[in-house]
C-alpha cells in the first residue's frame, strides 16, 4: 500500500474515532433526509455500524433504497473551524448484519456506546452495517481527497 | 486587568504577554530612573480588539492554513502576509479604542511627534531574539497617520520574515499578538549603541556613534566611529574613526527620516569627544548594575540630555545562539538603496556580460578542435555556467524583490481591494518571453501558407525547409530565446517539439497578448497622486525598477538559458566526437565527464543515477483528488483536459486547448501558455512565471497545488477556477460519463 493511502487510512480512522456521532442521510422519492447516530466503524474502514428503531422513517427509508451517506466532522462550531476542521463524508450501501457477524458488531458498537446496550438489544431495534465504498475528506476549507475502497468505479456518473 | 493603554506606573502589575518585551524593558528602565523617553505602551488586549473588532483571526487562520505552513514556499507565504497586512491596512480601529488610543496619546505628548514601536509577547523570550523582526516608526505626528502607524506595528506580526521565525521556533503562529510602545520622538543630534561589556574582551566596553539619528548605524547604512573603554580604569583604550562621515539620518521634513549628506564641517569631526565618551560609558555601566547583566543599548544624545532608547541583555540582543536564522530572514527584504544598487549592476553590467559571454560561445566552432581542445572547451564551458549559475543566485534572485517592495508600498499607499492590483502596474511590458512567442505566431502564420512546410513540420524537421523567412525567424529563436535548451540532451526533441508548437500557434487566434492600457495608466495616476510627498523614495524610480524587477525576473532565465544552450551545443558536439571514436556514452553524462572521457580518462559509473526516481511519483489509484487548493493566481474559469508535464518530452504532446499540470514553469519553456486553457502548477506564488505569463495572455492559472502532478493524470477532465485558487479533478471516467450523456 502506498503512503498516501496509509496516510489517508489513519486520517480517517483518527476521527471515527474522535467522533461518537454522525449524520446519516437516507432518502425517499428523491426527497433526503438526515439523522443524527450514535456509530462505530471497523479498522480497515470497510464497515460502519448503527442501531436505530424499525419504526423510524430513516429505517423505513433504508429498506426502500439502501444507499446511504454519512458525514462525521470535528467542528468545534467556532470560527476556526474554517481552516482548522474537517467533515468526512461516507458513501455505501446500508446491509442486514448476518447472525455469524452480530457478536463481533456488537462488541465494536458497545465498547464505543456502552450505555446504547438496552437499545441495540431491544427487539424494535435493527443493527444495521454500511458497507462503505468511499470516504471523502474535506480539509483545510477546501481540500477534498477521496479513497475509493469499494470495487464500485463511478459513484457520481 | 485587561487594559488598553499602560503607562510605566502600572509596571509592577504588568508582564510581557500583556505589554510585550520592549514595553516592559522600557517601564522598567523608567521606573528605575533612567533617562528614557516616557513610554506608553498598547497593550497585547488592545490587538485583539482591533483584531476581534474587524474580524480577521479567521481570515488569518485561513490564509496560513490553507496548507501546512511548512510546505509554503517562502514565496507563498510572503503572499499570505501580503494580503494579511492589507486586511490590517483596511480594518478600523473600533470607536472606544481609537478614543482611547488618541486621548492617551494627547494627555501625555501633546503635540509632540512621535516614536511607534513593535513589542512582541515573545520577544527575547523565546529562545531567540525578534530584533528587527517587526516594524517600528520614527517621527510621527497627526492623527490619522499615528492610528496607521499603529496598525502597521500590528500588522508587522504577520510579516513574512516574522511567521517563518514564529514557525522556526515552533510558536503556534496562529495565536500570535502584538503590543506597541509609543514615545516621543527625541531628535538626538549624536546616537549610538553601547555594549557594556566587549564579547571579545570583557574588560572593556564598546561604544559606536554616529552623528544624526541612529537609525542608519543600526542597519549598517552609515559607519560609525568606534571606542574601546576599559571597563575598570574608565579609560579609552583605542578611538577608531570609520573611513568617511559622508551621511548621516536626519528627520523627514514630512515625517520619517531621511539619509542626506552631512555637511563637511561636522563630517569633519568625531561625534563624541572624550567628556561625553566618559559619561555614556557611565551611564551604560549604571544600566548593567540595575539589570546585573552586561547591556546592549540603544541610546542619542538631544541638546545634551542623554537619552536611552533600548537596553537589553547582551547574550540575547546578539542573536548569535546556534541555529538562529533570523539573520537570514532578515536578509529576504532588500532596501530600496540595495535594490538600486542591484538594479544598476544587473542592467548595467551582468546582462550585457551574460550575453557576451553567449555570443562569444555561440561563435565557436568545434570541427577544428582536437580532443584535448575539445575537453578544455567544455570545461571552459562549465565553468562559465556555474558561475553564472551562482550569478543569478546572488543578484538576480535579490532583485525579484523590487517586484515585492513596489507592492509593499502600493498597498501602504494605496490600501486597494486587491491586494495584488499592484501588478497590473508592471504588466504589459515587451518580455523575451512574450517576444518568443510573437516569433513562434510568425512562423506559424507562414507555415499557414505554405502546405510542403506544414508537411515537413509534421514530421518534425524545421532544418532547411521553408523560405528565408522561416529560416531567419527559427535561428533567432535558437539564438536570442535559448529554445534549445528546453529539450537538453536530445536535439531531434528540440526540433520536434519546435515544430509542434508551431503548427499549435497556428490556432491561436491573431492579435497581441491581452493587456489593458487603460486600467493601467488609472492605476498609474492613482499611485502617483497618492505617492506625492508620502514616500523617502522616489516613487517614479521605484515603479520603473519595479518594472524591470518583473520584466528580468522573466528575461533572467532566458539570458541565461543561452549559456547553458552553448554548455549543451559543445556537449552534444562531444558526444557525437565519442561516438565516432567508438566511445559509448549516455545522453546524461556532464560536460565535465565529457572532457574526461575525450582526455581517454576513466570516469565514475554514473549510468544508475540517471533516471531513479522514474518508479516514483506514480498516481496513487484508491486515493484520489476532487478538489485542489492552491492560490489564485490568474483570473478566469476554464474546464478541460489535464496534460501533465513530467520530462520536457511530454511537451511535444501538447495540445491547444488542453490544461499544463506541471510541477514548475521555466521562461524558457512558456511558450506553451498561450496554447493552455489554464495552468496549474506546484510550485506557489503569484509572481512566479507560470503567474506572469498566465497574466499576460489572461489566463487561468493556479499555483502552489501540492502534489498536482500526483493527483492528476493526464486525460483527465479539470475544472480551474482562478478566482479561487481551486481546481477540481473530475477523471477520466466522469469525462467519459458526460462525453456519453
Known amino acids: 500500500m502506498d503512503k498516501t493511502e496509509l496516510l489517508m487510512q489513519e486520517q480517517i480512522n483518527d476521527l471515527l474515532s474522535e467522533q461518537p456521532l454522525a449524520v446519516l442521510s437516507t432518502q425517499r422519492n428523491g426527497q433526503p433526509y438526515s439523522s443524527l447516530m450514535a456509530f462505530a466503524h471497523t479498522r480497515d474502514l470497510g464497515v460502519i455500524v448503527v442501531a436505530t428503531g424499525k419504526s423510524t422513517r430513516k429505517y423505513q427509508n433504508i429498506i426502500r433504497d439502501a444507499r446511504v451517506s454519512l458525514l462525521v466532522d470535528n467542528r468545534s462550531n467556532n470560527e476556526e473551524d474554517f481552516h482548522a476542521a474537517a467533515a468526512l463524508t461516507v458513501l455505501g450501501v446500508a446491509k442486514n448484519i448476518e447472525s455469524d457477524e452480530r457478536q463481533k458488531f456488537e462488541t465494536l458498537y458497545l465498547e464505543r456506546h456502552p450505555y446504547l446496550q438496552k437499545f441495540l438489544n431491544a427487539p424494535t431495534t435493527s443493527f444495521i452495517k454500511i458497507e462503505v465504498q468511499c470516504y471523502l475528506m474535506v480539509s483545510r476549507f477546501q481540500n477534498v481527497m477521496e479513497y475509493r475502497i469499494g470495487e464500485q468505479v463511478d459513484l457520481f456518473s | ?79 499570505a502576509s501580503l494580503r494579511i497586512q492589507l486586511l490590517f491596512m483596511k480594518g478600523g480601529i473600533p470607536e472606544e479604542l481609537e478614543q482611547e488610543i488618541l486621548s492617551a496619546i494627547q494627555d501625555k505628548f501633546g503635540d509632540q511627534q512621535l516614536v511607534i514601536r513593535s513589542s512582541a509577547p515573545e520577544e527575547d523570550g523565546a529562545g531567540g531574539s525578534f530584533a528587527g523582526l517587526h516594524e517600528s516608526y520614527i517621527n510621527v505626528s497627526g492623527t490619522g497617520e499615528i492610528l496607521k502607524k499603529i496598525k502597521k506595528v500590528w500588522a508587522s506580526l504577520w510579516s513574512d520574515r516574522a511567521i517563518l521565525y514564529r514557525q522556526e521556533l515552533g510558536l503556534e503562529v496562529v495565536k500570535s499578538r502584538m503590543a506597541v510602545v509609543v514615545q516621543p520622538f527625541i ?267 506544414q508537411e515537413h513540420l509534421r514530421q518534425g524537421t524545421i532544418e532547411n525547409i521553408g523560405g528565408n523567412d522561416f529560416q531567419a525567424a527559427i535561428e533567432r529563436l535558437r539564438s536570442h530565446f535559448s529554445i534549445d535548451f528546453v529539450g537538453v540532451g536530445n536535439p531531434e526533441m528540440v526540433d520536434r517539439l519546435i515544430s509542434s508548437m508551431i503548427l499549435q500557434y497556428a490556432l491561436l487566434p491573431g492579435g497581441s497578448p491581452s493587456a489593458a492600457p487603460a486600467e493601467r495608466e488609472r492605476l498609474e495616476q492613482v499611485y502617483f ?136 514553469i521555466d521562461p524558457t519553456m512558456t511558450f506553451f501558455a498561450p496554447l493552455a486553457a489554464a ?43 482562478g478566482y479561487l485558487g481551486i481546481c477540481t479533478v473530475k477523471g477520466k471516467e466522469d469525462s467519459a460519463a458526460n462525453t456519453a450523456a
Open chain 2, 187 to 453: 531628535e538626538g543630534q549624536v546616537s549610538g549603541l553601547l555594549f557594556t561589556q566587549n564579547p571579545l574582551d570583557e574588560a572593556q566596553v564598546v561604544i559606536e556613534a554616529v552623528h544624526g539619528l541612529n537609525q542608519g548605524l543600526v542597519d549598517g547604512a552609515v559607519a560609525p566611529d568606534r571606542w574601546l573603554v576599559n571597563r575598570n580604569k574608565l579609560m579609552i583604550e583605542r578611538h577608531t574613526a570609520p573611513e568617511n562621515r559622508e551621511s548621516w539620518f536626519v528627520r523627514g521634513a514630512s515625517g520619517g527620516i531621511i539619509c542626506d549628506s552631512i555637511d563637511s564641517d561636522k563630517g569633519g569631526s568625531p561625534p563624541l569627544d572624550a567628556t561625553s565618551v566618559d559619561e555614556i560609558v557611565r551611564l551604560g555601566l549604571k544600566i548593567e548594575d540595575h539589570y546585573r547583566a552586561p547591556q546592549d543599548i540603544e541610546w542619542t544624545l538631544a541638546d545634551g540630555e542623554w537619552c536611552i532608547l533600548q537596553s537589553r541583555p547582551i547574550t540575547v540582543g546578539s542573536g548569535q545562539t546556534e541555529g538562529d536564522k533570523r539573520a537570514w530572514y532578515l536578509s529576504l527584504t532588500r532596501s530600496y538603496e540595495n535594490l538600486l544598487q542591484l538594479w544598476k549592476k544587473i542592467t548595467g553590467q551582468l546582462l550585457p556580460e551574460m550575453d557576451l559571454d553567449s555570443a562569444r560561445l555561440a561563435a565557436v566552432n568545434f570541427d577544428e578542435m582536437t580532443e584535448t581542445q575539445l575537453a578544455m572547451e567544455l570545461r571552459r564551458r562549465a565553468t562559465l555556467s556555474e558561475q553564472w549559475t551562482s550569478v543569478y543566485w546572488s543578484d538576480f534572485i535579490p532583485f525579484a524583490h523590487g517586484v515585492r517592495l513596489f507592492g509593499e508600498v502600493y498597498n501602504d499607499l494605496v490600501e486597494p481591494d486587491d491586494p495584488f492590483e499592484f501588478v497590473t502596474l508592471l504588466t504589459g511590458q515587451t518580455m523575451l518571453s512574450t517576444e518568443r512567442n510573437g516569433l513562434l505566431k510568425t512562423c506559424a502564420q507562414l507555415a499557414a501558407a505554405d502546405d510542403v512546410l
Open chain 2, 529 to 664: 497622486e497618492k505617492a506625492d510627498k508620502k514616500t523617502d523614495m522616489d516613487p517614479a524610480v521605484l515603479l520603473h525598477m519595479a518594472r524591470d524587477s518583473y520584466r528580468i525576473r522573466d528575461d533572467d532565465n532566458i539570458h541565461i538559458g543561452r549559456i547553458g544552450q552553448e554548455l549543451e551545443r559543445a556537449s552534444e558536439y562531444g558526444r557525437h566526437r565519442l561516438r565516432s571514436l567508438g566511445t559509448a556514452v549516455a545522453f546524461g553524462t556532464s560536460a565535465v565527464n565529457l572532457a574526461l572521457l575525450l582526455e581517454g580518462k576513466p570516469i565514475a559509473d554514473h549510468a544508475a543515477t540517471v533516471k531513479e526516481s522514474e518508479a516514483q511519483g506514480s498516481s496513487p489509484k484508491r486515493v484520489q483528488a476532487r478538489q485542489l487548493q492552491g492560490q489564485p493566481a490568474s483570473r478566469g474559469v476554464a474546464t478541460g483536459v489535464a496534460r501533465v508535464i513530467e520530462q520536457m518530452t511530454d511537451l511535444s504532446e501538447f495540445k491547444k486547448g488542453e490544461i499544463l499540470v506541471i510541477d514548475a
Open chain 2, 1 to 79: 486587568m485587561n487594559k488598553w493603554i499602560y503607562s510605566a506606573d502600572h509596571l509592577p502589575h504588568l508582564d510581557t504577554a500583556a505589554i510585550g518585551g520592549k514595553g516592559m524593558a522600557l517601564f522598567q528602565l523608567s521606573a528605575a530612573g533612567l533617562p528614557v523617553p516616557p513610554p506608553l505602551c498598547l497593550s497585547t488586549a488592545a490587538y485583539d480588539v482591533f483584531v476581534n473588532g474587524n474580524r480577521l483571526r479567521e481570515k488569518i487562520g485561513l490564509e496560513l492554513y490553507r496548507k501546512s505552513l511548512g510546505d509554503m514556499r517562502w514565496e507563498e507565504i510572503w503572499d
Open chain 2, 679 to 721: 495552468i496549474i502548477e506546484r510550485r506557489g506564488g503569484m509572481l512566479i512565471h507560470g503567474a506572469i505569463i498566465a497574466r499576460e495572455y489572461g489566463i487561468p492559472c493556479i499555483t502552489g497545488v501540492a502534489q498536482a502532478t500526483d493527483y492528476i493524470a493526464t486525460g483527465d477532465e479539470v475544472i480551474v477556477d
